[in-house]
């Protein structure tokens, strides 16, 4: 511990002590909890093997202003023929009150807590209280506000959520927090997008915890698309019950620092998990993606796709974690990531792991990094497609299987435009 | 239709073709053979517009344009077919999504609407028949998981596709069984017309029987050391390569 570091979150506690939490003495305790957990924690050091390869002095050393509630014009982020409820999210703040619809609750987390809804005590702030990250304690510590979706038992939300997650104004900090419910039986699509109007230089510190019942299905698509210089991390915590149905599609478009922490806990039998991810990287971007999958329940099955495209001088990583414990047998465990490196300038570090308690499981993982094929692209060139255009149909080709669990057809015609647009 | 002058090409340095001289006319079907290494590949692949192949010599004129300053997919779009003795895989890419990217990449280029979907289809079915290729096939990824013969009949489907006005068969008839040889072979024919012209190039007479030429060329050390009708495949054949080496030799000798 150096005094240096001491003095970057002594810096960020100071900026966050101007918040004031107008909210009962549960919720306060949880808060304090992580404000002591906070005295024991630092940011991560070059040393430090979760965030080895990378480096947060862009986030840490820049001193930050809290990001304010302000209204926003959100139709450019509207997915276009997606009918959705929109929710919105601005600097951590939410500014709109939304309508319940029958057997859904939606309100602001913050709402939530003075009501003190259905599920909320019972499950918020509860999940993976024993990871030890100074990016959550932060967030448990100081978030501001977020959604609150909670699907009753048994019910079918046909319309999907879409979150509009969005920051604003130059080295603005803030911290939004959301808590997804689905109960037994239910099923509910969520989409989020993490986007920036304007702005150099601010960071956004999220957290979101999603529930899935037993036999429940929940899907969550999120689209990382800050342009300009603008920094993420964003941590998921995932707690699935018996047969339920976990999806997660993680699509990132741009970021100067983008970091996904996602952890699943699959702490029943029979439930099926898919985690996959594509990022696109140019110029100086660096996109992070760990993932930790934990099975402790026997019959369950995780499939696990990511694939980057790195352009320019970007840089991915990809560290997945995959625990079978011993009492998780017959699981099944697929994990698999790719990547591209477009020039000799960008660079991708894989990491996939396995861990294995349990002896009667099919687990398998690879990871790849490569080029384009050369001779095929000159294969099809010789059919009379343009350069760009076969090195667009062998990207398309390599990125397909990335997002192929999107089932939201609006948003998987919407993903598919971006990518073909970002790499025009 | 295309006239080589004195082509010369250099791989890392090391010379592959020395001195290429070849015309070939609407209508026609020429052959070329020779042993292995001789530079019959080469010589297609500078042609498509392969880029590791430097050309320090010489010309090439294709319908009056000259081809080696075009981009590879603009001299296919003017009309230039190369059957690969190695087709590439490309897992992912379907088959008949790229070729109707080509087909209309084409299009465009030559300033004609997209096809339509109704035409591409008919198109499909009626070329895939020719070649007799499965209609699964057509429908998979490039070449992924063909067999030898496959991938041959496979770049004939491209050729019916694609429609060239010349078209370079490089060693489309190695590894194929009798069978699939007279597929492959009947489809060249049929697709033959007084627009258009072939260019064979194979090191067994066999092909030949079915895709009469109405010139041979032998390709020996990246020259054309020898040119006659379809009876020089028959002497070729029955001689052997030895037969134009010391052939060579004695020239030299003199
Ligand atoms: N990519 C390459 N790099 C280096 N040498 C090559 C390459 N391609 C072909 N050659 C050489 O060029 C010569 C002619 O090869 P090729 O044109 O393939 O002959 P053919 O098709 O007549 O069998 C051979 O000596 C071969 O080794
Ligand atoms: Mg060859």
Redesign the pocket.
Known sequence: MTTAELTKKDTFLATFSALQFNEDSYFKGLRNDAKNELNELDFPTSKTEYWKYTRLGKIVNNTYTLGQPEKIDVSNFLIPNLDAQVLVIVNGHVVADFTSVDGVTVTSLSAAKKQNIGGLKKYFNTLSQNKKEIFLAFNNAFHTDGIYIEVAKNKIVEKPFHIINITTGNNTISQSRNLVVANVGSQVKIIESFVNVGGEKNFNNHVSEFVVAENAVLEYNKIQDKKETNFSIATEQIYQEANSNFTINTATFNGALVRNNLTIEVDASNCETNLNGLYLGKNKDHIDNHTVVDHKKPHCNSNEVYKGILDDESTGVFNGKVFVRQDAQITNAFQQNNNILLTDNAAAYSKPELEIYADDVKCSHGSTTGQIDEEAIFYLQSRGISKKGALKLMINAFAKDALEKVSIEALHTYVDNKIEQELS | MIKIKNLHAN??G?E?LKGINLEVKAGEVHAIM????????????VLAGRE?FEVTEGSVEFDGKDLLDLAPEDRAREGLFLAF?YPVEIPGVSNINFLKTAINETRAYKGIEPISAKEFLAMVKDKSALVELDAKLANRSVNEGFSGGEKKRNEIFQMAMLNPKLSIL??TDSGLDIDALRIVANGVNKLKSPNNATIV?THYQRLLDYIVPDFVHV?YN?KIVKSGGKELALELEEKGYDWIKNELKVESEK
Not at chain 2, 34 to 45: F, H, I, M, R, V
């Open positions: 791989i890392d090391k592959i020779g042993p292995n290494g001789s530079g019959k590949s080469t010589l297609s692949s590791e003795q490089d060693e190039i390709l990246g």
